[in-house]
């Protein structure tokens, strides 16, 4: 195995690590109670994007229980959250940050569950299938 290649797998083993804890640390409140990133991607109020960040839903607004500003500042939180970690990723291996957040995005993209949206590359939201 070259060292390229096992570059690749420790920079994809690392990004996935930081995804995860992102989506198990990162509450939100809805009127009912806590919300993470798993609960707003089940019920469509946000999406994976390709540049390695969620986005919110453009009919988002009408379903979700949260106000709009609560529900921005919650994709605020992950994304900074993400971007931090990204840089922390590019840092330690000699990589743009921006190499690193779609490589995350990639990732994202692939183990996203059937049903959830993401972002396509002519920016309209589809649904997994």
């Known amino acids: 195995m070259t060292y390229k290649n096992k570059l690749i797998i420790i920079l994809i083993f690392s990004i996935s690590y930081c995804l995860f804890l992102t989506a198990c640390i990162s509450p939100v409140f809805a009127d009912n109670g806590i919300v993470n990133l798993k609960l707003a991607k089940e019920n469509n109020w946000v999406g994976e994007t390709l540049d390695g960040y969620i986005d919110i839903l453009d009919e988002t607004y ?67 299938k």
């Open 62 to 128: 009408h379903s979700s229980p949260m106000t709009r500003e609560r529900l921005l500042k919650f994709v605020d939180e992950i994304n900074h959250k993400r971007a931090e970690a990204y840089r922390k990723i590019a840092s330690e291996n000699h990589l743009s940050t921006e190499i690193i957040a779609k490589i995350a995005g990639q990732k994202q993209i692939e183990m996203a569950s059937k049903g959830h949206y993401i972002k396509g590359i002519n920016g309209q939201w589809t649904q997994k």
